[in-house]
């Protein structure tokens, strides 16, 4: 199975900050790289695929890059709506295996 | 809007059974490959099982096959998990998700997901 690993497992920001989270992968994984979020007592949500690519509603704040094995999710000008939890997931491989997440607090 | 509803979540003993079902909207529904995904609390998200537009090579987690059989009714717009010899790890919140498009292979993601339905298997 394709291991993923992010870092770091919580970070806490301020307003406005620029927030960035890895994603390694235990092999290369082409672009097959996706991002969600999850609030407490909610469902996941898509917020990147395919790397880089962000769904209609997801602000342009939110950014993501890399390719073989490494990734980052950057969130810039941080805002108060962004806290949660972030989980990368690979779909080249079947199973298709998720990071441990990243838990995201506002100071 | 597309929605997936799931429901059958329950307490049951070990080694019990359970089927667990997903009723999609707003979607042309044989379009798409589905998959479902659990998260234990407090854990990340696993991919359970995955299956084909036309309900064909249904995949599964190794920590599931053979206990567990996931189908598909395109008439009624649902999947199925059909759970069998549960155990206690087998505990988890259970979501459904829409994949890409029809089929479960490389260059998939889940979107959307359901809301869950928890399972918990206890004595």
């Known amino acids: 199975d394709i291991q993923m690993t992010q870092s770091p497992s919580s970070l806490s920001a301020s307003v406005g900050d620029r927030v960035t989270i890895a994603c390694r992968a235990s092999q290369s994984i082409s672009n097959y790289l996706h991002w969600y979020q999850q609030k407490p007592g909610k469902a996941p949500k898509l917020l990147i695929f395919?790397?880089?690519n962000l769904p209609n509603e997801v602000p342009s704040r939110f950014t993501g890059d890399g390719s073989g094995t490494d990734f980052t999710l950057t969130i810039n000008s941080l805002r108060p709506e962004d806290f949660g939890t972030y989980y990368c997931?690979?779909?080249?491989?079947?199973?298709?295996?998720f990071g441990q997440g990243t838990r995201l607090d506002i100071k | 809007e597309v929605q997936l509803v799931e429901s059958g979540g329950a307490v049951v003993r070990p080694g019990g059974s359970l089927r667990l079902s997903c009723t999609a909207s707003?979607?042309?529904?044989?379009?798409?490959?589905m998959s479902w995904v659990r998260q234990a609390p407090g854990k990340g998200p696993e991919w359970v099982s995955g299956i084909n537009w036309d309900g064909s090579s249904p995949g599964y987690a190794d920590s599931v096959r053979g206990r567990f059989t996931m189908s598909r009714d395109n008439d009624k717009n649902s999947v199925y998990l059909q759970m069998t010899d549960l155990r206690a790890e087998d505990t988890a919140f259970y979501y459904c998700a829409r994949l890409t498009d029809g089929s479960t292979g490389p260059y998939n993601w889940f979107d959307p997901w359901g809301q869950g339905t928890l399972v918990t298997v206890s004595s």
């Open positions: 395919g790397v880089s």
């Open positions: 997931q690979q779909s080249y491989d079947a199973p298709y295996t």
């Open positions: 707003g979607l042309r529904f044989d379009d798409y490959g």
